[in-house]
């Protein structure tokens, strides 16, 4: 028998593609090991911007030196990297046997028992456009009924993919040209992978795409009906990436009144600036941010979001807007990023380009403005009682670690738990006794909660 490994770089989607792809090589005959000891080394790579990019292509040459060695024999890439660059990747690292993109996951138990980049590359170019233009696009490779998950999370936490591509053609993203247009998957197919990963012991629900809050339209559907539907199972269901424009009240309130939905919904804006959001062909302006956050903290609901410093046209006006706009609205969790010019999106061709030194100064500090408000948000969380999730332990801190409901997976910080006896994957209330910047502290009360 031989070893697998796979490395998975970028976002939780890929994350999603490379436990599907480990289900299939098991059931194909292989066994997942360390890269150590594998016999096969598969990269899943991402290529939304030049950084990631680089972090693949270095991971790439990285493992092509080890198969220099003996140790590997054979080198297989996926994901976004060949999906968008495969004629250039087929000529440039000979050193990899065989390319599949990001339509293509069903073929890896084929490809990896077999064929090599050359041998495959005009077949599965064509198998690309066919799998891309059919009603949803990796609709085999997310047969609920079929294939199933080996997950990379903990046990009890599972993301979920709801749909493929993106409508939503903002000027500086890359992802249309990779992944295609948006296309939700069947509610009935996402149910069933639902409810399988829920009698296999997952809690948590996190529900991904590259717009979770377009779901639905495109197939007579809903994010509404699909939450209604998920509803059914025993598990907490979390919402990432949802567009400000399409959160409506409507979904604020189910979010509110469901005891089986997190309050918490991320939210990537990237600026608030009415000059840069049309820039970047965003559909929503300053005012209509301010309400919607304003809407769901008075709802309770608890808002990540994301934010893009450094877009072309972004003077210190600009800039100081967005700080003052963040101190304002207060979202509780934000991540910061530079812009990356991509060739191929047209943003790249807009004047006024911010200089690297200037974006790097920005993102420094926003990131100090976004931390403060966190900061300030966790030291209201002192002498509250939460339901948290025991995850994990941290030697080094000597205590147990969890997550309260607001709190997603290696991205929100975690709570520190005093307590003794815990099972992983079970709910303790907490009571929060220290906060620091990034996380919170507190002692187990009472015992086990359903």
Known sequence: MENVAIISLGCDKNRIDTEHMLYRLVRGGFAVSD???????????CAFIESAREESIDTILSYAELKKTGKCKKLIVTGCLPQKYRDELVKALPEVDAFLGTYEYENIVDIVKGGSASDNQDENAEEAVATENSDYPNAAFYDAENCG??????PHVAYIKVAEGCNNRCTFCTIPSIRGKYKSRPLA??????????NDGVKELILVAQDVSRFGLDIGSSLIQ???????????????????????????EKISSSDKIAKYIDIPIQHCSNKILKLMNRKTNKLALEKLIKKLHAKGIVVRTTLMVGFPGETQTEFDELCEFVKKVKPEYAGVFAYSKEDDTPSAWLPDQVKKSDKIKRVNA????????????????IGKTLRVMYEDVDFDKNRFVGRAQFQTPDVDGVVYIQGTGLEVGSYYDVQITKSSNYDLYGKVIGDKQQ
Not at 35 to 45: E, P, W
């Open 189 to 198: 197919d996402i149910y069933a992978e639902a409810e399988k990963l829920a």
């Open 35 to 45: 890269v150590s000891d594998a016999d096969v080394i598969i990269v899943n790579t």
């Open 149 to 154: 998950r080996m997950l990379t999370t903990y």
């Open 226 to 252: 699909l939450l209604s539907e998920l509803e059914k199972l025993p598990v907490l269901i979390r919402l990432l990436y949802c567009y400000p424009e399409r959160i409506t009240d409507e979904l604020i």
């Open 366 to 381: 926003l990131g100090r403005v976004c931390a403060a408000v966190t900061k300030e948000f966790n030291a209201k969380q």
